[in-house]
């Protein structure tokens, strides 16, 4: 079976800062990569993906993410962040047509 | 283009009703997901429909929660006789494929559910 922890429920981080979110995952399969993000009352939209290829992965909005098979991870960074990074950011793994979502990480920018 | 939908945004009902949730997943996507997310929690995936293919149930928690799809489109899910604790954000996702480089999840906006 496959699960995802993040271990930081909340960051909170000045503007322009630097931030990492953290994702680990287990799985005894190959598994695709993924980084969601929910903004305030919004759905979940996809921010960026590995599914093979070069481990480092760019997103949207500045956002990039490291495949480390070794260190089973996939964290999240973005150099300076914005006010309007303020979201939620669900880190999940995906095999055999199923995902496992992480319990999400809340990045609170402050000015 | 339309993204997936869902009804009803919110839903109030008492302890012991069945409840029907709805998904409109994006046409001519063949994969389509229901997960539930609790207050604090991740989301949780509950099925998932591939097609014409027998639906991937395992992760239902009990056996009031049933779901179908119908024409391989619309979806619906229904909770029988619910609970307190089958209060959440149950929430419908869409995908072009399960496999390849199509393997991205559109999600809708998601149904609130409290149970009274």
């Known amino acids: 079976a496959q699960s995802v922890t993040q271990l930081d429920s909340q960051v909170p981080v000045f503007e322009e800062a630097p931030v990492e979110l953290r994702c680990n995952y287990s799985?005894?399969?190959?598994?695709?990569l993924f980084w969601y993000v929910q903004y305030p009352n919004q759905g979940l939209q996809l921010l960026l993906k590995?599914?093979?290829?070069?481990?480092l992965v760019k997103g949207i909005n500045g956002f990039e993410a490291e495949f480390n098979k070794s260190q089973t991870s996939f964290h999240l960074r973005k150099p300076s962040v914005h006010i309007s990074d303020t979201a939620e950011y669900f880190c999940?793994?995906?095999?055999?047509?199923?995902?496992?979502f992480g319990s999400g990480t809340k990045l609170n920018v402050k000015p | 283009g339309a993204g997936v939908s869902q009804s009803p945004s919110n839903k109030v009902t008492e302890k012991g009703k069945d409840v029907e949730l709805r998904c409109d997943p994006i046409s001519g996507h063949t994969a389509l997901y229901w997960y539930r997310q609790s207050l604090g929690q991740g989301l949780e995936f509950l099925i998932y429909?591939?097609?014409?293919?027998?639906?991937?149930k395992s992760g239902l928690p009990s056996d009031r929660f049933s779901a179908e799809r119908t024409g391989g489109s619309v979806s619906t899910l229904t909770i029988q006789r619910t609970q307190q604790e089958d209060s959440a954000v149950y929430l419908c996702?869409?995908?072009?494929?399960?496999?390849?480089?199509?393997?991205?999840?559109?999600f809708g906006p998601g149904t609130r559910l409290t149970v009274t």
């Open positions: 590995y599914l093979s290829g070069s481990t």
């Open positions: 429909f591939q097609g014409n293919s027998a639906p991937d």
């Open positions: 996702a869409s995908s072009l494929a399960s496999t390849g480089s199509s393997y991205e999840q559109y």
């Open positions: 799985s005894s399969v190959s598994v695709y």
């Open positions: 999940a793994v995906g095999a055999f047509n199923k995902f496992y």
